[in-house]
């Protein structure tokens, strides 16, 4: 009875995990959206909303991230943007989720590299959605610039995020 009351705490305390990882994944979108520097280039911004998203490949399962990823995907797409922002968000995370796990998995990528290659493909993953939408090629023009800017992105949200992971500490 002892062990089962244990394990039923554990799960509360991950589950409070995943949501509060979830919650700060829309705020840093949200407060990012307040900053009012752009650099002029449509599409392009730092991603703050992926530190989060970074730092949880490190601390949760595969679905807990997949379910981080989901919930700050879908509520920022219905409370900030629309259903066109949303699928466009939804494809450029699935994107690079799926890069940042199998480079993290791969074990020759650091935490920077994770995350740059999370950046590069979310970028792809959104020029691909475009692609489909605008049904033109000459989409893929810009395709040069979004790799920059997703590299250069991926590079420092992963220097942020290499900071701040060793500070977690979960109580258990």
């Not at 940042?100 to 995350?115: E, N, Q």
């Not at 995020?161 to 060793?166: C, F, R, T, V, Y």
């Amino acid at each position: 009875m002892s062990e089962n009351k244990e394990e039923n705490r554990l799960t509360a305390a991950r589950i409070a995990r995943v949501g509060l990882f979830s919650a700060l994944a829309m705020i840093f979108g949200y407060l990012e959206m307040l900053i009012p520097v752009q650099p002029g280039i449509p599409g392009i911004k730092l991603g703050l909303a992926n530190i989060i998203i970074v730092i949880s490949m490190y601390l949760f399962s595969t679905g807990e991230v997949v379910f981080i990823l989901i919930v700050r995907n879908v509520l920022s797409g219905f409370l900030f943007g629309n259903v066109v922002t949303l699928i466009y968000c939804l494809a450029g995370g699935f994107l690079s989720f799926l890069g940042m796990y199998f480079a993290k998995r791969t074990g020759l990528f650091s935490i920077v590299g994770v995350s740059a290659t999370g950046g590069v493909l979310h970028n792809v993953g959104q020029l691909l959605v475009a692609l489909i939408l605008i049904n033109n090629n000459a989409v893929l023009y810009y395709l040069p610039v979004l790799l920059i800017s997703g590299s250069i992105s991926g590079v420092v949200i992963g220097f942020i995020s290499k900071l701040i992971l060793p500070r977690i500490k979960f109580r258990q």
